[in-house]
């Protein structure tokens, strides 16, 4: 049988699905040599545009010590970005981006995975040829979902076009983890005889409670990369166990081309710190048919239902999920990824919460039926929905909206002439408070598996040149720390 290679999602993906990105780079540090040296075909290592405003406005804390101490750390497995130097939640200028881009493979971040929200591979051939000019390689994703108009032929046809683009490899990606193992028997032998020789990479989220499964049955139709992460960042909405899915593809004859074994310790940085943080820790799930009504990522759900509880309507938290899929539905059947799902579940609870629907939309569901955010969007939606969207003052202003096209030197002028291009990109993609924030904290301090919380709080304390006197008290316990004045 072929070996199966596989890809760490732990500190990216892993972390992504189950902590939203609250990973600090103190906790990712201490285990990068491991990871490193476990015998990884890649590691995914940052989503950069979302990672950079997650670390400076919530953990407030910067975001190229992540990238520059992680590099040093893992220097023999090659690393990945996730994401391009196009879309996301907001639009960015192409000038950004690509200075974002260009800025990690100096770093020796040199693989991206790259996506187009509806799988349009023409539109994305364009950005996947700019990844290479700027030192990156892509692997170009296939998003898989579940909708009346998503055929075998439909799927024949995008795998045709995403390797028409010849890309180095491609991933089929289930980032809703909606795939059954009889679906995978059906649908990918087609999918790889359409891509021919380029490798195919799977990337399965386990919402249903079927990833684990799903990865076996793709080792055997004859996918040899596999996306894994560590407990207990895996499972869940996350992907499925590095440790458990060596265990049953060896059982079944495989050979696994990674020391499982040496990354147990991973497996105890990260659960420790888990249970000291309050961070979640993925466990297997019960399959959920009603997953493929709505479609809306775990992620998401709790977004929902934070929204909803706010103005006391917590309660109907069913009602929203089965609006999400009246509006997927209406809007020609999306595939529930970044930022396509966001429209969706935004604009269903807003359905829900004002008991009138559509009588309120966001700009970015007008963006969408414009077709702004995927020009497939215009042809499939619902007609009378579209007009009904369109049909407001709004709109017309945003007609006259064209994409930000500023050059690097526009954005040298707006945040900063005299700006490191780190800094600058700081800014962009962190807010013009971000170098502030950054440099108001101290460098990471590594997070031991062992240490215990008031340690880390000292150490992360006492490296600050800014502070002259640290006390801290309790009604049992008084410490204070002065600096000598002459050091």
């Given at each position: ?68 101490m992680g590099t040093e750390q893992m220097g023999r497995t090659p690393l990945r970005m996730t994401g391009g130097y196009l879309g996301g939640l907001a639009k960015f200028s192409g000038a950004a981006g690509k200075l ?187 399959f959920d048919q009603s997953v493929y009504q709505h479609q809306v990522p775990g992620g998401m759900i709790s977004n929902m239902r934070h929204q909803l509880k706010i103005i006391g309507m917590e309660h109907r938290m ?170």
């Amino acid at each position: 049988m072929t070996a199966i290679r596989f890809i760490d999602t732990t500190i990216r993906d892993g972390q992504q699905s189950l902590w939203a990105l609250g990973m600090r780079t103190g906790m990712m540090v201490p285990v990068a040599q491991r990871l490193d040296a476990a015998g990884f075909d890649a590691i995914e290592f940052t989503v950069p545009a979302v990672q950079i405003k997650k670390m400076v406005r919530d953990l407030r804390e910067d975001f190229w010590p992540w990238i520059r101490m992680g590099t040093e750390q893992m220097g023999r497995t090659p690393l990945r970005m996730t994401g391009g130097y196009l879309g996301g939640l907001a639009k960015f200028s192409g000038a950004a981006g690509k200075l974002l881009v260009q800025t990690l493979a100096n770093y020796g971040v040199r693989y991206a995975r790259i996506s187009e929200p509806w799988n349009d591979f023409e539109f994305l051939a364009a950005e996947h040829a700019g990844m290479g000019e700027l030192g990156m390689t892509s692997i170009v994703n296939i998003i898989y979902t579940v909708s009346p108009r998503h055929t075998d032929e439909y799927w024949v046809n995008r795998a045709k076009a995403a390797a028409a683009l010849k890309p180095w490899r491609i991933c089929f990606k289930d980032v809703g983890g909606l795939l059954t193992p009889e679906r995978v028997r059906e649908l990918l032998p087609k999918v790889l005889r359409a891509v021919g020789k380029i490798p195919v990479e799977f990337h399965g989220h386990c919402n249903n409670g079927l990833g684990p499964v799903n990865l076996l049955e793709m080792a055997k139709v004859g996918v040899s990369i596999m996306h894994c992460a560590i407990p207990p960042l895996a499972n869940a909405s996350s992907q499925p166990s590095l440790f458990t899915s060596v265990r049953n593809l060896r059982a079944l004859g495989f050979e696994c081309q990674i020391d499982d074994e040496s990354l147990r310790p991973v497996e105890h940085h990260f659960t420790a710190i888990a249970k000291r943080e309050n961070l979640a820790i993925g466990m297997p799930t019960e399959f959920d048919q009603s997953v493929y009504q709505h479609q809306v990522p775990g992620g998401m759900i709790s977004n929902m239902r934070h929204q909803l509880k706010i103005i006391g309507m917590e309660h109907r938290m069913p009602e929203a999920l089965e609006e999400s899929a009246r509006v997927r539905a209406e809007f020609g059947y999306p595939v529930m990824v970044t930022p396509l799902s966001q429209f969706v579940g935004s604009q269903a609870a807003i359905n829900v919460m004002t008991g009138a629907r559509y009588r309120q939309v966001t700009d970015e569901v007008i963006h969408y039926a414009l077709g702004n955010w995927g020009r497939e969007a215009v042809n499939v939606m619902d007609k009378d929905v579209r007009a009904l969207i369109l049909n407001r003052p709004r709109a017309e202003e945003l007609r006259k909206w064209t994409p930000p096209d500023d050059s690097l030197a526009d954005l040298r002028r707006k945040y900063g002439a005299n700006l490191s291009d780190e800094q600058l990109l700081l800014k962009i993609y962190g807010g013009d408070d971000a170098l502030d924030i950054a440099a108001a904290q101290p460098s990471p301090v590594n997070y031991a598996a062992d240490s215990k919380p008031l340690i880390d709080l000292i150490r992360q304390l006492t490296l600050s040149d800014k502070r002259g006197t640290i006390s801290l008290s309790n009604a049992d316990f008084s410490l204070t720390l002065k600096r000598n004045a002459e050091h």
